[in-house]
């Protein structure tokens, strides 16, 4: 399967300030999608993006897939406590009748109130 | 709407211990499911997935196993438990282009 660099691994930020999360593929992808994981909690589907250049928005929450395909960002604005918890890019690939995803190690977001 | 769920929340086995976690899903039939591994502060690990009713694929060979005896049940299993077995362990399905959905995940601690 395709393999996906995420960075920062960290970040910490004061309430209120952007953070942005970076996905970043020597290969071209076919689809980049994002997960967030609650502390304690399980990682929950946010978007996918599949076309080139694409940009989607959830209300303080940017997707972006890069021209070439091979990067993603993901960029919220203005950071409340709620956004606390840990940021994964996936790539879904096929293979053997299946679809399967490879997660990227995830930015852990902390947000200081 | 579809549901997943996924039992125990926690669980502290012995090393050498058996182990088994189910998972079932509600709402959809014939459902790709998967299960991964998360270390303490680390990224997901696919384990196994499964595309039907027997039929198992896994990624990384492993002191685990996985079994589909029904179309919506996955279990995951152990015949002795090794220290590192311990992990979050995560139940999942969905067809992989339009985003997976997890279960809320067990706890295992090997003691």
């Known amino acids: 399967g395709q393999q996906v660099m995420q960075i920062p691994q960290y970040q910490h930020v004061q309430e209120g300030e952007d953070f942005t999360t970076y996905c970043n593929s020597s290969?071209?992808?076919?689809?980049i999608q994002w997960y967030k994981q609650r502390p304690g909690g399980h990682p929950v589907f946010l978007i996918q993006?599949?076309?080139?250049?694409e940009v989607k928005k959830q209300k303080r929450l940017t997707f972006q897939f890069g021209e070439a395909k091979k990067n993603s960002s993901l960029h919220i604005t203005a950071t409340q406590t709620t956004d606390v918890g840990t940021y994964f890019c996936?790539?879904?690939?096929?293979?053997?009748?299946?679809?399967?995803?490879?997660f990227g190690k995830g930015t852990k977001l902390s947000v200081i109130p | 709407s579809q549901t997943i769920h996924q039992w125990p929340a926690t669980l502290v086995q012995p090393v050498g211990s058996p182990l088994s976690l189910e998972c079932t899903v509600e709402?959809?039939?014939?459902?790709?499911l998967y299960w991964y591994r998360q270390a303490a502060g680390r990224g997901l690990q696919l384990l196994f997935y499964?595309?039907?009713?027997?039929?198992i694929s896994s990624e990384v060979p492993q002191n685990l196993s996985a079994s589909r005896p029904q179309d919506r049940q996955f279990i995951l299993s152990s015949k002795k438990l090794l220290l590192s077995d311990s992990g979050f362990y995560l139940c999942?399905?969905?067809?992989?282009?339009?985003?997976?959905?997890f279960g809320s995940g067990t706890r295992l601690t090997v003691v």
């Open positions: 999942a399905w969905g067809q992989g282009f339009y985003g997976y959905t």
């Open positions: 290969t071209t992808l076919s689809n």
């Open positions: 993006l599949v076309k080139s250049g």
């Open positions: 996936a790539v879904a690939y096929s293979g053997a009748g299946s679809y399967q995803l490879t």
């Open positions: 709402g959809t039939s014939n459902p790709n």
């Open positions: 499964s595309v039907g009713i027997g039929q």
